[in-house]
């Protein structure tokens, strides 16, 4: 093997989503098939014996993409050299706890990995966070990475964005594949926006082929946007493996660009686009190319989505607000 491995530090690993996410991307799907990956893993002291047992079966595996794994539980240590870093470890919303106590208990993580993301990671990284409130904790880390370009720091809403594919291709009886430009907008929340109006549909635009205002107003938008709720309920335990897929097309994505005449959904840090106010990580539809992201411009937004993005784009607002209070930004 001649390429130099690629450094891909994952926090939480120890988690259920860390247990989906490390084998696939230790198997090659988060860079490509030809890139060998060193994995840094970071979890708190607790959780390092139950990642060192994780770290045993990719031993097990015998991954040739595999080229090492360190486990930490220093988060200045786990960043030094990472090209690509995964902030999935958060703490979970808990009995009693107000949305404001979670955003105080994740800017004591986001704070400190952003500044130790400053501190050591490769001039190329890439972050990704998953862990919840995704798109705020993503900003806590980049306020405190001055050094890292902004646009560098982004949040998942591929998992958002999936859902949205597979309700409208069973709606419409058509296979994902066949379906181009759906946009996620706004936070990774039950306020967010899912907006077919830009979709295709083997060419064709969406809306108007499924043609069905009740469906998207009374299903399809509920549906996607409480998705997580839904599983939660259903399981017993927060989405993990379908998490962690769109974890990994987030990234490969990224890194790999999106196909010619599709996008995908990404929360980016806003330029003003669509009226989202500068600075606020929200999701808008992108394209990707040699491992940049743009936002898509010139969509027409119609007054039902206007006010559907603005609801999303509100909450942000408040989320930064409460979190600027707090002192973490
Ligand atoms: P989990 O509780 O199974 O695992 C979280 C892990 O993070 C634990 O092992 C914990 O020890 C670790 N951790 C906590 N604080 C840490 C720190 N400071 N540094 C390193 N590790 C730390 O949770 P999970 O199911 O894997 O979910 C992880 C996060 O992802 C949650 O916040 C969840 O809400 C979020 N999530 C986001 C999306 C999305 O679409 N953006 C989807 C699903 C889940
Ligand atoms: C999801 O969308 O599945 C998760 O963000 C839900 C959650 O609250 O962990």
Redesign the pocket.
């Known amino acids: 093997m001649t390429r130099t491995p690629v450094t891909v530090t994952v926090?939480?690993?120890?988690?259920?989503?860390?247990y989906a996410l490390l084998f696939r991307i230790a198997s090659g799907h988060l860079l490509g098939a030809d890139v060998p990956v060193r994995l840094r893993l970071?979890?708190?002291p607790?959780?390092v014996k139950?990642a060192e047992g994780t770290a045993m079966e990719l031993d097990d595996c015998a991954f040739p993409l595999l080229s090492g794994i360190d486990i930490f539980d220093d988060?200045t240590a786990a960043f030094e050299g990472t090209n690509v870093a995964l902030l999935?470890?958060?703490?979970?919303r808990t009995k009693g706890m107000e949305r404001g106590d979670l955003l105080e208990a994740n800017g004591g993580?986001f704070k400190p990995?952003g500044e130790a993301i400053n501190a050591g990671a490769a001039d190329d990284v890439k972050v990704l966070v998953?862990?919840?409130p995704?798109n705020t904790n993503a900003l806590i880390a980049q306020s405190h990475a001055p050094d890292v370009p902004a646009e560098r720091f982004t949040?998942?809403?591929r998992?958002?964005h999936n859902r949205a594919l597979a309700q409208l291709s069973k709606k419409a009886g058509v296979s994902v594949a066949d379906i181009k430009k759906m946009t996620i907008w706004g936070n990774?929340s039950a306020t967010q926006y899912p907006d077919v109006f830009h979709a295709e549909i083997g060419g064709k635009n969406a809306a108007e082929t499924v043609n069905d205002q009740a469906w998207l107003e009374n299903d399809f938008i509920p549906t996607v946007a409480k998705r997580?709720a839904a599983i939660i309920e259903a399981r017993g335990?927060?989405?993990?493996a379908s998490?962690a897929s769109?974890a990994i097309d987030h990234v490969h994505t990224w890194v790999n660009g999106t196909a010619d005449g599709d996008w995908t959904s990404m929360a980016v840090v806003s330029d003003g686009s669509y009226g989202v106010p500068e600075g606020l990580i929200s999701s808008f539809p992108v394209t990707t190319e040699d491992g940049k992201w743009e936002i898509v411009q010139g969509l027409e937004i119609d007054d039902f989505s206007r006010a559907r993005i603005d609801a999303s784009v509100n909450e942000l607002a408040e989320e930064r607000d409460a979190v600027r209070k707090l002192g973490l930004i």
């Open positions: 926090t939480g690993a120890a988690g259920q989503i860390g970071l979890e708190i607790q959780a139950a988060a999935v470890g958060a703490r979970p993580i990995q998953v862990g919840n995704a949040a998942m809403t998992l958002d990774h997580g335990a927060s989405s993990a998490a769109a």
